[in-house]
T-cell receptor, first 112, second 111 residues
């Protein structure tokens, strides 16, 4: 069954700690995306990657980092530099331009 | 940068009433995609509009793209409780593969 898998579903971070959110897709899509969603808000783009070993900053990249070593995987690290990391994080993929984006179920990150 | 404005932010309706959300941009939209996000869920693609003046229907949902390609709308006829959720519009603009999302309209349907 093709799709996007995000893990974990819930994640708690201590102050000063880096955490990594996993995103894996088996749709054979070239492009992958990370969004942040705050309660009652829209989706804000953090990072995106259109091809393996390449990625670009989105609108709110500060305090985050990514890698794209494999086509299937696009992990997001929330660093200690991100002072307000509590949010719902969504990963998405897309086959090519002007095509729909497919989303994972998301990861809810909270600060302890 | 490109901005996509969506109104209203919230809409409460009684079951059976109609609902419309509007998506506006100061620049020409390349194509509009509409997504629905159920409470606690993730956005799910509904439809894409590409042509000026295009109208598409999905059962009780009607999607329109403005003649000048600067606005779009989603209309739901006779809402049901299953229509509850947040409806987003998104446009790729001139940024290949990068969508700009509107802030969404949160629809509540009272039985």
């Amino acid at each position: 069954d093709g799709g996007i898998t995000q893990s974990p579903k819930y994640l708690f971070r201590k102050e000063g700690q880096n955490v990594t959110l996993s995103c894996e897709q088996n749709l054979n899509h070239d492009a992958m995306y990370w969004y942040r969603q705050d309660p009652g808000q829209g989706l804000r783009l953090i990072y995106y990657s259109q091809i393996v070993n390449d990625f670009q900053k989105g609108d709110i990249a500060e305090g985050y980092s990514v890698s794209r070593e494999k086509k299937e995987s696009f992990p997001l690290t929330v660093t200690s530099a991100q002072k307000n990391p509590t949010a719902f994080y969504l990963c998405a993929s897309m086959r090519q331009s002007n095509q729909p984006q497919h989303f994972g179920d998301g990861t809810r990150l909270s600060i302890l | 940068g490109q901005q996509v404005m969506q109104i209203p932010q919230y809409q409460h309706v009684q079951e059976g009433e109609d609902f419309t959300t509007y998506c506006n941009s100061s620049t020409t939209l390349s194509n509009i995609q509409w997504y629905k996000q159920r409470p606690g869920g993730h956005p799910v693609f509904l439809i894409q509009l590409v042509k000026s003046g295009e109208v598409k229907k999905q059962k009780r949902l009607t999607f329109q793209f403005g003649e000048a390609k600067k606005n779009s709308s989603l209309h739901i006829t006779a809402t049901q409780t299953t229509d509850v959720g947040t409806y987003f519009c998104a446009d790729e603009g001139t940024s290949y593969g990068k969508l700009t999302f509107g802030q969404g309209t949160i629809l509540t349907v009272h039985p």
